[in-house]
Structure formats: structure tokens, C-alpha cells
């Protein structure tokens, strides 16, 4: 390990092409975790609401038989749009039978492998390289010619780019290492969101606390910064959620936007947090109403927040003071 160390702090270009070539394998990961996390956790739940209601006695207030929605297949809108073009996983959903609660080791980010949706075709390993694969097939399935969606090399190409962009800006350094982990973290992130509008525990808690762990070495911000920052991110969105709520009737953003907030809040400090919010309130504001626009709909256009907090978080552990600096100058002129 120190010898491989050695040679990142000896040849810039080595250290970066490593970094490209395992964030590029890391990023093959991170479109099942895309697909299937979300499928896990709807399976989850109908396990747990089947288990509950079928548990409850005769006389029970819940005696009344569950709707029969509840015991159908997952329909083809639980599966995202890229999924639903040619990945692998598709085929995967063949194993939940309905009404019954499935096993959680049979579908899972690891098991079963992958195969075409189209004609259950096995991916093989050399059809499973990052990019390459997709190149070599010309975008389709081995067996069945059926069209691979472009989404996934290309959320690949994005997590082994924007990893190597994390280097180059840090260095060989323990927070370039802690800011590559984060960009694994939210790339799934704000997928997810952007397909079934949803950022989940498992990912979202873990990141908070590494951030807080990390703070305990000063990586980013001191321990005491962290937690502030931490606990003003969930209770900045959270305000403005009941605040919203309490005036409308309606709910503004998920509990998810808060937990995410507050671990942007555990590697920036609460000195960034107003970064975070202006840039990814603007950028939020504008996207929505452009899509307002073009699709000719209403205020209640539902649009995801995840993502842009995602995208504003980490320009704001990239450049937090050069931000602030320019916001600074422009405010003064």
C-alpha cells in the first residue's frame, strides 16, 4: 500500500488514470444499486404490510381483507426508465410471487446475476466491462440483439469522470479519497431521485455518518463545525417543510431532502450550508419553471429536490470560499 502511495505522489498521471479505471468499475456497481435498491426497499414493504395485515386477529379492528393492489406484480412503472430499455435486471423481477412475502436473499445488489430481459441471456464477464462492453456489443444484447439503454455506460463514464476531477482538484490526500467515496454516494443518490423521486435511508444515513466520522480527523471541518452543520441542514429543510405544509395543506419535499442536507451540512460545516440552499434553490427555480413551460403544466408539477442539493453540495466542497468570494464581490459591485 505505502509503494502504491508512493508511485500517486511520484506520477500524477498514474494516480489519476487509477482512479479513472476503478471509479469506472465502481460505477458498473452503482447502476444496480440504481435499479435494484429501490425494488428491495417495494418489496420490503410489501413483505412487512402482507406480514402485519395477515398477522392481525379475527377480531381486529384490521380484520378486513387487504386490497387486491396490494398482492399484484410489480407493475412495468416500478422500473425506470433506463431499466426498462435493456438492462439486465429487468429479468430479475420474474422471481417475486404475488401475495407472498419473497425471500430477501434472492434479490438483493448481488444476487441474482444479470441477464436480458429480452431472452434471458446470462451476461457474461466480458460483457460486463464498463463502456467497453457497450462499445464492443454495439449497445445491444449477445443473444437477442435487444437494445441496451445508453444510460448505463454513460453513468459509468460520468462516476470514473467526475471521480478523476475529485482527484486532480485535491490531490493524493485523505480528502480526495473521502471526496470519491461522497460522489459514489451521490450519484445513486440523485438517479434515484430523479426516477422514483426518492433518496433512501440506505444511503443517505450512511453518508451522514461518515461525514461526521471523518470530521473527527478535521478532513474537511473540525468535529463541533460538522455537527452544527449537520443538525442546521435537517432543520433548515424540515422549518420549511411544516412552514409550507401548515400554509398550503400540501408537502413540499420528503424527509429524505432533510437527511441528505444534513450530511452535505457534515462535510461543508454550517458555513456552507447557505451555499448549498442558494445554489440549488436557483438552479431548482429555473430548471422548474422551464419545465413548466415546455410541458405546458401546472404549479403542482412535482419535481425532484435531491438532485440539485447533490450537485450543489459538492461544488461547495470543491469551492465553497471561491463561491463564497464571488458572491461576496458581485453583491458588493
Not at 444484447?141 to 459509468?156: D, F, H, N, Q
Amino acid at each position: 500500500m505505502n509503494a502504491l502511495i508512493e508511485l500517486c505522489y511520484a506520477s500524477p498521471v498514474f494516480y489519476l488514470g487509477l482512479v479513472f479505471v476503478v471509479s469506472l468499475l465502481v460505477g458498473s456497481f452503482l447502476n444496480v444499486v440504481v435499479y435494484r435498491l429501490p425494488i428491495m426497499m417495494e418489496r420490503e414493504f410489501k413483505a412487512d404490510f402482507d406480514a402485519y395485515f395477515t398477522a392481525q386477529p379475527a377480531s381486529s379492528h384490521c380484520s378486513n381483507t387487504p386490497s387486491d393492489s396490494f398482492n399484484t406484480p410489480l407493475s412495468a412503472s416500478s422500473t425506470p426508465q433506463g431499466a426498462a430499455s435493456g438492462t439486465a435486471e429487468t429479468a430479475s423481477q420474474r422471481d417475486f410471487v404475488p401475495g407472498a412475502a419473497p425471500d430477501p436473499t434472492s434479490f438483493n445488489l448481488i444476487k441474482p446475476d444479470s441477464t436480458c430481459p429480452g431472452c434471458g441471456h446470462r451476461i457474461r464477464a466480458w460483457e460486463n466491462i464498463p463502456v467497453i462492453s457497450y462499445l464492443m456489443l454495439k449497445g445491444r444484447c449477445a443473444g437477442c440483439k435487444t437494445a441496451i439503454s445508453l444510460r448505463y455506460p454513460l453513468v459509468e463514464l460520468a462516476t470514473a469522470l467526475l471521480c478523476t476531477w475529485v482527484a486532480w482538484h485535491f490531490g493524493v490526500s485523505v480528502q480526495a479519497m473521502v471526496a470519491i467515496v461522497i460522489c459514489w454516494f451521490i450519484i445513486p443518490l440523485l438517479l434515484i431521485d430523479l426516477d422514483k423521486m426518492l433518496l433512501p435511508d440506505q444511503l443517505t444515513l450512511p453518508l451522514l455518518w461518515l461525514g461526521l466520522l471523518v470530521s473527527t480527523q478535521q478532513v474537511f471541518v473540525d468535529s463541533t463545525t460538522a455537527i452544527i452543520g449537520a443538525t442546521a441542514g435537517y432543520l433548515s429543510l424540515w422549518s420549511v417543510y411544516w412552514l409550507f405544509k401548515l400554509a398550503t395543506g400540501k408537502e413540499g419535499m420528503g424527509y429524505g431532502d432533510f437527511k441528505l442536507l444534513a450530511a452535505l451540512g457534515a462535510f461543508v460545516g454550517w458555513q456552507g450550508l447557505p451555499v448549498i440552499i442558494i445554489l440549488s434553490s436557483l438552479v431548482g427555480a429555473i430548471v422548474g419553471i422551464a419545465l413548466m413551460l415546455i410541458q405546458r403544466k401546472d404549479t403542482s408539477l412535482a419535481i425532484p429536490f435531491g438532485p440539485y442539493l447533490a450537485v450543489a453540495g459538492l461544488l461547495t466542497l470543491l469551492y465553497k470560499q471561491p463561491i463564497i468570494d464571488a458572491y461576496l464581490n458581485w453583491v458588493l459591485l
